[in-house]
């Protein structure tokens, strides 16, 4: 599968941005898709990851509350709402996919991944 992240952009903090990774692809509906995020000078951190039925979800604890994953099987599409931005949040945020899987939290389980799109939060 491949994947293709947009929606980044500048915004103030406490505003909202909407992210979404588009998917190539027939199987879309049997990929666990989940959201990743990495900052200048730090690893790549987990954000929130949804079962490839969409019935289960999971979040990292920093975005609890402010962040929803939802996806549509129908338009091989997950998206990223994210809500009441933080300076902390800034990031390039990635898209990854890994077939049949489990709601993993760490890089590596995950197979394929989107080009990455920018987040900027500016206080």
């Known amino acids: 599968v491949q994947l293709q992240a947009s929606g980044g952009g500048l915004v103030q903090v406490g505003g909202s941005l909407r992210l979404s990774c588009a998917a190539s692809?027939?199987?879309?509906?049997?990929?666990?898709m989940a959201w990743f995020r990495q900052a200048p000078g730090k690893e790549r951190e987990f954000v929130a990851v949804i079962s490839w039925s969409g019935g289960s979800t999971y979040y990292a604890d920093s975005v609890k509350g402010r962040f929803t994953v939802s996806r549509d099987n129908a338009k091989n599409s997950v998206s990223l709402q994210m809500n009441s931005l933080k300076a902390e949040d800034t990031a390039v945020y990635y898209c990854?996919?890994?077939?049949?899987?489990?709601?993993?939290?760490?890089?590596?389980?995950?197979?394929?991944w989107g080009q990455g799109t920018l987040v900027t939060v500016s206080s």
């Open positions: 990854a996919a890994d077939r049949y899987g489990s709601l993993w939290t760490t890089p590596n389980k995950y197979d394929y």
């Open positions: 692809g027939r199987t879309f509906s049997t990929y666990t």
